[in-house]
């Protein structure tokens, strides 16, 4: 963990209603039947309060003032996830309101699904309620449109994915090594030729698994010669195995970089009766992994761990700590149950 730097910080007062009165040359009345839908405006009047909306980027506060705390706070943390099915994303979840709890925050929240405008949508939707915090899973490539969230002081904190165009802290697991790790893991038991499955490739943190699925196979000289990626559903990944298998020189080992790619993985070989001699090593555990036969090898990244951290960071910045924007790495580990030891070809 990087060390804590206080820096100043002076956060910039969100715009008001009364401002983008003054900005169109009309009266606030107008201004608040222009942002509640209500008719009656002149079409000059209504352009110039739009204008004057989006270049103050005025977002209305649609929380009753009986449920806000004198302090001006809401006391309501947003979280932006990837898809809160995904069991990754519940355990995420699931520590945030945990530490929330104690002080009394509530924890509201929505998926993303992967989908950038969904992103800035929901974002939108939760600052317009004045929410006191952000805690982020991104699907966009550049989030420097909330800077202007960030420089009214308020606290974001990215998680599993890092910030671009931002300057907010970030909590990531580190999906490099734990990639590279597998990869050793497969070669300790006799494998050579070893198949990827990879997530988009849209997410840093899946090129940031495929770079140390590939450094790893260099260490040992080995050339990677099966991969496949953009898989993001089960039955994606079910049929990207099927095809591998079918080749005239397939894979001995798999090494998929999400769960819900190994979910598909492990089903695609227990129907082809290949699942106790196709070795498998998935990156993230995921429930009842430790029930099948044989019970799943995997890479385990902390989702609770990393709520955990980035709750506190969010609590620690709405106490009033200021530190220069740092990125938080939790470790993961390699945890062995059968399907990663199953024997290569190259085993001595």
Do not use: C
Not at 18 to 26: E, I, M, N
Not at 39 to 54: D, T
Not at 112 to 126: G, H, S, T
Not at 236 to 247: P, Q
């Amino acid at each position: 963990m990087n060390p804590a730097v206080p820096t100043p910080m002076v956060p910039r007062a969100r715009p008001t209603l009364r401002d983008v009165a003054l900005l169109a040359k009309v009266s606030p009345k107008t201004v608040s039947r222009v942002v509640n839908g209500e008719p009656g405006v002149s079409p000059q009047k209504l352009a110039a309060v739009r204008r004057a909306i989006a270049q103050l980027d005025y977002r209305p506060n649609f929380t009753a003032s009986s449920l806000r705390r004198s302090s001006g706070r809401t006391a309501a943390i947003a979280a932006v996830l990837e898809d809160l099915a995904n069991p990754f994303s519940a355990a995420l979840h699931r520590a945030l309101e945990d530490a929330a709890r104690d002080r009394e925050v509530l924890i509201f929240a929505g998926s993303v699904d992967e989908n950038p405008q969904r992103e800035r949508e929901l974002i939108r939707a939760f600052t317009m309620r004045q929410a006191d915090a952000l805690v982020v899973v991104p699907a966009s490539d550049n989030q420097s449109y909330l800077m202007s969230e960030v420089s009214a002081g308020t606290p974001v904190v990215f998680v599993d994915r890092p910030p671009i165009g931002l300057p907010v802290d970030a909590v990531l697991a580190d999906g490099h090594d734990g990639a590279a790790a597998a990869v050793h893991h497969l070669v300790r038991h006799g494998h050579r030729d070893i198949a990827y499955l990879g997530d988009l490739q849209s997410i840093q943190t899946a090129r940031q698994r495929f770079q140390g699925f590939k450094e790893a196979l260099s260490d040992h000289g080995i050339r990677p010669a099966h991969i496949v990626h953009d898989l993001h559903t089960e039955r994606e990944s079910a049929a990207a195995v099927r095809r591998l298998l079918a080749a005239a020189v397939p894979p001995t080992a798999f090494f998929t970089s999400q769960n819900l790619v190994t979910i598909g993985a492990i089903r695609a070989l227990q129907q082809l009766g290949r699942h106790r001699d196709v070795a498998l090593v998935g990156f993230d555990d995921f429930p009842l992994a430790d029930l099948l036969h044989p019970a799943v090898t995997v890479i385990a990244q902390s989702p609770s761990e990393m709520g955990r951290v980035a709750a506190a960071l969010i609590f620690r910045r709405l106490d009033g700590e200021q530190w220069r924007p740092t990125t938080h790495l939790v470790p993961t580990r390699l945890i062995p149950r059968g399907s990663g030891e199953i024997a290569g070809p190259h085993r001595a």
